[in-house]
């Protein structure tokens, strides 16, 4: 149950576009015994604060999510891109990815975000 | 509104034990696979254990089997994780969540563990 790799930072001024990485394995975000499947998911976190669901499914948005937030993935390899940054995008974002029956679910490491 | 509320955090010591509740409201609870997820202090978010709406499937991550159960009663609307042989690694905030869409789309406010003597 290895977590999934993201960068520890990103930054970006106020309305650029940032992309926040999350590489996996073919056993969690590719898909798990050559099934392919689309079980990625993406994290906001403020600090004290608990984790808000930002995506789902690889690049599906929750109702009240902005929709300056997308996320796609390619192979092993999904990504969160935050568009039109603003003050309050500052935080830690993290992914997730199913994987497998017996590993269940694995998070990324974080990433911090900074909006310059 | 849909809720999540845990509950019974606290200071414990090295092999002690622990019992976390997580009080669910607004939705339909056993219609939902429900997990335990943890975040030690200034570290990233960890995966701990899942229960199905029927609680006939259960998982847990490895660095907890044997020593942590993962229970619920729908009648209650509540979750539990029953946290035996606690060590220092596992002090944490713990979360529960509701898994719907293969995410984890509602959390609870979270509940501070700490195992120390």
């Known amino acids: 149950q290895s977590a999934l790799t993201q960068p520890p930072s990103a930054s970006g001024s106020p309305g650029q576009s940032v992309t926040i990485s999350c590489t996996g394995t073919s056993s969690d975000v590719g898909g798990y015994n050559y099934v392919s499947w689309d079980y990625v998911s993406w994290y906001q976190q403020h600090p004290g604060k608990a984790p808000r669901l930002m995506i789902y499914d690889v690049s599906e948005r929750p109702s009240g999510v902005p929709d300056r937030f997308s996320g796609s993935k390619s192979d092993n390899t999904a990504s969160l891109t935050v568009s039109g940054l603003q003050a309050e995008d500052e935080a830690d974002y993290y992914c997730s990815s199913y994987a497998g029956t017996n590993a269940n679910w694995v998070f990324g490491g974080g990433t911090k975000l900074t909006v310059l | 509104e849909v809720l999540l509320g845990e509950s019974g955090g606290g200071l414990v010591q090295p092999g002690g034990s622990l019992r976390l509740s997580c009080a669910a409201s607004?939705?339909?609870?056993?219609?939902?696979?429900m997990n335990w997820v943890r975040q030690a202090p200034g570290k990233g978010l960890e995966w701990v254990s899942s229960i199905s709406g029927s609680g006939t499937y259960i998982h847990y991550a490895d660095s907890v089997k044997g020593r942590f159960t993962i229970s619920r009663d729908n009648a209650k609307n509540s979750l539990y994780l029953q946290m035996n042989s606690l060590r220092a690694e596992d002090t944490a905030v713990y979360y529960c969540?509701?898994?719907?869409?293969?995410?984890?789309?509602?959390w609870g406010r979270g509940t501070m563990v700490t195992v120390s003597s």
């Open positions: 607004g939705f339909t609870f056993s219609s939902y696979s």
């Open positions: 969540g509701r898994l719907r869409n293969n995410a984890f789309d509602v």
